[in-house]
């Protein structure tokens, strides 16, 4: 669904001409300043320095600092085990003249980098080739960070009296699951309060093509455990009798789907209402399928990414090729990942999951579920103030209307945002497209589309301010 940009832009007091000039002339410092945290290798996870995080989060509060934000602080709240969170950075811009508060979200953790071999540049060294900037971190999210920042010294320098309500909440944890962030937002509620709420952690629709996220779907994980033998056994004096856990299980993943690859699990919500086409040329070459392997499910392509549920395996305790030995395996595990539809609701599909797995019949093996991880998924509200102005901005930007789309993933914490800030409009926007590969070798991030961002959420601050809501 694409919307079109009818309205005047000097209807709502913005000045384009003055916010696209300002965004031009500060290019080169913002992809230099983005490129000097690309070199940060802030990892919130256990297993790697967290000096290198409390570096990031250091380089990040100095940027708020010098773009005029007022209140930064570096905080941090413990998670549910008393561990200690990342760091996050809170800065406050309070609102003048009664108009609204606008909270801006981003995350400057990233992935680790994984497989440098895999790279065709350093991980860690942000390199330019063909408009694109290469680099962990380089799309997801500090690029994200890097639009609010650039944003904002935009209006600040272009838009005469800006008083809207501006806070940042740049969080060090997302991409190891958020753990402090519900008691972060608790804790810290009064300094985070706003009328809308901006997540740039999302998805454009391919490159010059900008895309308003408005909806998610939710997740379900668990570990399921299969056991046929009270210990391991010689697979030749034994095996034939006696099925080994591992075969077992993959009878127990194969009911998991019908013989077209939609999800066979009774209970869970799929919906048919995507109103966009994705040509399946398209999705071929976005997600890199083999020509050769026929595409799962049925129903719109975009219904079956965004609106239906889709269930993977995605990880398996089992030996590898490299020490395997002729051995009945008495016990295997499994990790399953399932995206649900908007509108399931996680604990039910939780337990169709656990009432599915528990039906089948193999043959008296002993199977357990153990429910890891439930996330709400996210729909918005496209006819709300904020969504209008955000969609009218992004097509304002980018110079063609922008589409309305899903994303098949999930971002858990939105459902504690709303939780915790029932009245809030939340708006996912990003600034990654098809081919930014986040998570993986080569991450990157298209500059032309980058700039379009920036100026995107700079016409959106300025109509704010100048419009309310």
């Known amino acids: 669904m694409t919307t079109k940009n009818t309205a005047d832009p000097a209807s709502f007091g913005v000045d384009r001409a003055s916010l696209s000039n300002h965004v031009d002339t500060d290019f080169d410092r913002i992809v230099t300043e983005l490129s000097q945290l690309v070199a940060i290798p802030g990892i919130a996870w256990d297993s790697f320095d967290p000096d290198q995080l409390d570096r990031s989060a250091e380089a990040v509060a100095q940027l708020v600092r010098d773009a005029g934000m007022e209140q930064v602080e570096i905080l941090r709240v413990p998670t549910a085990s008393g561990a200690m969170g990342g760091p996050a950075i809170v800065a406050n811009r309070p609102a003048r003249d009664s108009k609204p508060t606008i909270l801006l979200y981003a995350h400057h953790d990233v992935q680790p980098p994984g497989d440098e071999e895999l790279w065709n540049t350093s ?46 909440f740049l969080e060090g944890e997302e991409e190891a699951g958020s753990p402090s962030f519900r008691q972060f937002l608790e804790t810290h509620r009064d300094r985070l309060e706003a009328d809308v709420i901006v997540v740039a ?9 900008p ?8 997740m379900v994980g668990g570990v399921v455990e299969v056991r046929t033998l009270d210990h391991a056994v010689h697979s030749g004096m034994f095996g034939g009798p006696v099925l080994d856990a591992p075969t077992v299980a993959a009878r127990l993943i194969s009911t998991f789907h019908d013989a077209q690859g939609n999800v066979a699990i009774e209970g869970l919500v ?19 399928v083999l020509e050769s392997v026929t595409l799962a ?39 399953l990942s399932l995206r649900v539809a908007p509108g399931q609701d996680p604990d039910a599909a939780t337990e169709a999951v656990r009432a599915h797995i528990m039906a089948q019949d ?19 509200d496209t006819s709300a103030p904020a969504a209008q102005a955000s969609l009218w901005a992004l097509g304002e930007a980018w110079g063609v209307p922008a ?17 915790v800030f029932p009245e809030a409009q939340i708006l996912v926007t990003g ?17 032309g589309d980058f700039r379009h961002a920036i100026l995107a959420e700079a016409l959106l601050l300025a109509r704010l301010n100048s419009h309310g809501l």
């Open 123 to 168: 991980p860690f060294t942000a390199t330019e080739i063909d408009g694109r900037l290469y680099g962990r971190g380089a799309a997801d999210d500090k690029a994200g960070i890097m639009v609010h920042i650039a944003a904002l010294r935009a209006v600040l320098d272009s838009v005469e009296d800006f008083g809207l309500g501006v806070t940042f």
């Open 201 to 209: 952690d999302s998805s454009n629709w391919k490159v010059g093509v």
């Open 211 to 218: 895309a308003l996220t408005t909806s998610l779907r939710g």
């Open 270 to 288: 799929s919906n048919d209402h995507a109103v966009v086409d994705y040509p399946e040329e398209s999705f071929r070459a976005d997600s890199s």
């Open 297 to 335: 499910g049925s129903g719109n392509l975009a219904d079956r990414l965004w609106n239906k549920p889709a269930l993977s395996i995605i990880g398996m305790d089992i030996p590898s090729v490299a020490v395997s030995s002729n051995t009945l395996l008495p016990m295997t595990r499994f990790k």
């Open 362 to 380: 193999l043959g008296g093996a002993r199977v357990s579920f153990e429910a890891e991880e439930a996330g709400q998924s996210f729909a918005t």
């Open 403 to 419: 589409v309305e789309t899903g994303i098949g993933g999930s971002i858990p914490f939105i459902s504690d945002l709303l939780d």
């Open 431 to 447: 600034v990654e497209d098809p081919d930014s590969r986040a998570h993986s070798a080569n991450e990157s991030l298209h500059l």
